[in-house]
């Protein structure tokens, strides 16, 4: 092997993430636990082997995310908006799946038979709200590797505090960003988001 191809045979934490469909902060937080085999750069960077990296997925029965399309479950009680944003996923180049679910008991017959990759995750609805429909997907061992965004209209650093503390990755307060939702998610915007984006700045659509 040449130093070139040596080189190429590891990847960084961002695309390691992208490629088990997770946040960089998860790899870094498996990497520290020695949950993923990592090596570290005269600099102070972490590097991953592939061949590594694929062992990990097989171990843990987490889909590559060369394997399939993106799966996102959008979950909220207000049903316009859920359908607005999983419509607005779906129209993206990139392959994306959706669903929407209206209620904590809908989001956990959901992710049983939908297997969503990321849940974007209202906080305030009837029954089951967003907080126990987190720590519960958290703390199944099934479930534990799904990525979870937090949505609310109520948002306060108290709520927000709460739902990272669950275990969500990120809580954004209604009416939110596009952008901002984006890049949370590691997608590209089309043109034409980027150019509503940039005209309404937030999402109306999302009180």
């Known amino acids: 092997m040449n130093r070139n191809s040596h080189i190429r045979a590891y990847m960084t934490p961002n695309e390691v993430a992208e490629l088990l469909r997770v946040s960089p902060v998860t790899i870094r937080q498996w990497a520290q636990k020695n949950w993923i085999k990592a ?8 590097r991953f082997l592939r061949q590594d990296v694929e062992e990990f997925a097989r171990q843990r029965g987490i889909e590559l995310s060369s394997d399939g399309p993106l799966r996102v479950l959008v979950v909220d009680d207000n049903r316009s908006f859920a359908r607005y944003l999983a419509d607005l996923l779906a129209s993206q180049t990139l392959e994306i799946e959706t669903e929407t679910a209206h209620d904590g008991f809908d989001a956990g017959r959901k992710v ?7 849940v974007l995750l209202d906080l305030k609805m009837p029954g089951m709200d967003g907080f126990s429909v987190c720590r519960q997907l958290k703390d199944d061992e099934v479930t534990s590797q799904i990525r979870i965004i937090a949505m609310t209209g109520y948002y306060t650093p108290e709520n927000e505090a709460k739902i990272l503390q669950a275990g969500a990755e990120a809580c954004l ?33 999302a009180m």
């Open 39 to 46: 090596t570290t750069t005269a600099g102070g960077h972490r």
């Open 112 to 118: 049983l038979q939908f297997d969503p990759n990321i």
């Open 173 to 205: 307060a209604k009416p939110f960003d596009k952008a901002v939702l984006f890049d949370l998610m590691a997608l590209d915007m089309t043109a034409e988001t980027k150019i509503i984006a940039a005209n309404d700045g937030t999402d109306r659509h």
